[in-house]
T-cell receptor
Framework: EAGVVQSPRYKIIEKKQPVAFWCNPI?????LYWYLQNLGQGPELLIR????????DSQLPKDRFSAERLKGVDSTLKIQPAELGDSAVYLC???????????FGPGTRLTVT | AQSVAQPEDQVNVAEGNPLTVKCTYS??????LFWYVQYPNRGLQFLLK????DNLVKGSYGFEAEFNKSQTSFHLKKPSALVSDSALYFC?????????????WGAGTKLIIKP
């Protein structure tokens, strides 16, 4: 069974540029999460989807971050414009329901210069 | 407020020796507890979880963890460490009374196994 797929794995952009990350969850997992992880720290939740509905986006900086999960499967996280402080690893995870254990993708390492 | 503490930033163990990575938590109800491992440049991998039942939980790669309600702890253990166990380990807790089902993560413990 394929795991959570993320692309790209690495991205380098200049500040003020837009960037987008893509995630394909494990087949059948209706819950999808986007996390931000800084070096040596635990993940910080940005947004959680139940199917196509964003049920918890309280930690998403909505002035520059947006996300969508059309058709309740793949998801895209966008930053526009990017700032230097956005440099981090962006992790996508999925689970079978909100209570199940989460399975993570390899992450996208974003560097903003 | 819900919280998770991993009191050790780093744990060093000789190969073949037993290892323990500590985790304590604070939640209002009976906790759901998880351990994840992260290898360099990889995403987090689920190791094991405690929801209810036997306090000793067995997981992947020979790891186990013991839920201790009185000490509010969920320490990760392995009887004999391997060099390949070297990685970053995260403890996480969920309060089942939290309608947001949010996972609260510890800061992580770097485990170094020396040959």
């Amino acid at each position: 069974e394929a795991g959570v797929v993320q692309s790209p794995r690495y991205k380098i952009i200049e500040k003020k540029q837009p960037v987008a990350f893509w995630c394909n969850p494990i087949s059948g997992h209706n819950t999808l999460y986007w996390y931000l992880q800084n070096l040596g720290q635990g993940p910080e939740l940005l947004i959680r989807y139940e199917n196509e509905e964003a049920v918890d986006d309280s930690q998403l900086p909505k002035d520059r971050f947006s996300a969508e999960r059309l058709k309740g499967v793949d998801s895209t996280l966008k930053i526009q414009p990017a700032e230097l402080g956005d440099s981090a690893v962006y992790l996508c995870a999925s689970s079978l329901g909100s209570v199940g254990e989460q399975y993570f993708g390899p992450g996208t390492r974003l560097t903003v210069t | 407020a819900q919280s998770v503490a991993q009191p050790e930033d780093q744990v060093n163990v000789a190969e073949g020796n037993p290892l323990t990575v500590k985790c304590t938590y604070s939640v209002s109800g009976n906790p759901y507890l998880f351990w994840y491992v992260q290898y360099p440049n990889r995403g987090l991998q689920f190791l094991l979880k405690y929801i209810t039942g036997d306090n000793l939980v067995k997981g992947s790669y020979g790891f186990e963890a013991e839920f201790n309600k009185s000490q509010t702890s969920f320490h990760l253990k392995k009887p004999s460490a391997l060099v390949s166990d070297s990685a970053l380990y995260f403890c996480a807790v969920r309060d089942p009374m939290d309608s947001n089902y949010q996972l609260i993560w510890g800061a992580g413990t770097k485990l170094i196994i020396k040959p």
